[in-house]
């Protein structure tokens, strides 16, 4: 008779194209973990009753994505530090008190794919992030714990980047500006946290803003981070990278929290680069 396995997914609206299934099956299988992990398509309105559904039912832990992250610091019960911070959760555990733990592992995989992997440093570096939404408020925290020189946050709507830069303020020097106002001084690294690529646009800042030392980066991956990407190469830069590292590196951190192992990440990289191409 085999065991009871332990059930995780995901929680998004759309939901079909998610990668997170193959990279915590891949996880599941490397460190010979007895678990599931299976997409739910959720609409916001059934959003809170599912994930009571999904605990009450023996569900042990979920990743919440697009749109309900901010829907979901509500339905935790308790908050990480960092999950607080950020003001979205992405991934939800249940605790051995029965409480359901709310965490937000975007900005520790961010960091993980920057510094580990791609061995960028960010301390005592000038520092550009575009856009000011979710993604943007969940990496501001472990950016700026590596103490740059500065994190301009540049955005559509400038006051959101203003608001965002005067809330992190706390954790470093940060300014709020429109794109226009980036400033012609090349930064070291630009960070796109928007999702203008998804309909193949460029945020308009100023040439200067990007040299030939500049490292960009797309939180974005596969055919959505192909505008940026291509843009910042023919642009010149010293290296553009989309943000599949970024992706299971989150994924890799939610993985510890649900079953206290951190799975080796460069395989899973490796593989998802294989399907989707670079770029
Ligand atoms: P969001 O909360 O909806 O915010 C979207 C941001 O993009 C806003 O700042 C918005 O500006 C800006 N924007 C949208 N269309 C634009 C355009 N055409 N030109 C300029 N700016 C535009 O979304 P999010 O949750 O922050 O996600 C942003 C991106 O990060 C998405 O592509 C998402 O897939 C990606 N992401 C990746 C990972 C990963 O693991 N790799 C994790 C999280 C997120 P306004 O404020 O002016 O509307």
Redesign the pocket.
């Known amino acids: 008779m085999s065991a009871a396995v332990d059930e995780y997914g995901v929680f998004g609206h759309p939901v079909a194209h998610s990668f997170s299934p193959f990279i915590h099956g891949f996880f599941a299988r490397a460190t010979g973990q007895q678990m599931s992990y299976r997409a739910y398509d959720v609409a916001p309105e059934e959003f809170s009753a599912r994930v009571k559904d999904f605990f009450g039912g023996g569900g042990r832990g979920l990743n919440i994505?697009?749109?309900h992250?901010i829907a979901a610091v509500e339905t935790a019960q308790e908050l990480t530090a960092r999950a607080a911070h950020a003001a979205?959760v992405?991934t939800l555990a249940l605790q051995d008190d029965n409480v359901v733990l709310g965490d937000n592992t975007?900005g520790a995989?961010?960091v993980r794919d920057l510094c580990d992997n791609l061995r960028i440093v960010i301390t005592q570096r000038r520092l550009l992030v575009?856009?000011?939404?979710?993604?943007?408020?969940?990496?501001l925290a472990p950016i700026l714990a590596l103490e740059p020189a500065i994190v301009v946050i540049a955005?559509?709507?400038p006051e959101?980047?203003e608001a965002l830069a005067a809330a992190f303020a706390d954790l470093g020097v940060t300014q709020g500006v429109g794109?226009a106002h980036v400033g012609d001084t090349p930064f070291d690294l630009i960070i796109?946290?928007?999702?203008?690529?998804?309909?193949g646009?460029?945020?308009?800042i100023p040439a200067g803003a990007l040299g030939p030392e500049t490292v960009c980066y797309?939180?974005?991956?596969g055919r959505?981070?192909m505008a940026f990407v291509r843009w910042a190469k023919h642009s010149g830069c010293r290296r553009a990278v989309q943000?599949?590292?970024?992706?299971?590196?989150?994924?890799a951190e939610s993985f510890r929290l649900w079953r206290g192992v951190r799975p080796e990440t460069a395989p899973v990289i490796a593989a998802l680069k294989e399907r989707v191409g670079s770029v």
């Open positions: 994505t697009l749109p992250k979205a992405n975007d995989g961010l575009l856009g000011a939404g979710g993604a943007t408020r969940g990496v955005n559509r709507t959101r980047a794109f796109n946290a928007t999702s203008a690529s998804l309909s646009d460029i945020p308009p797309d939180l974005a991956y959505s981070a943000g599949l590292g970024m992706l299971v590196e989150q994924a």
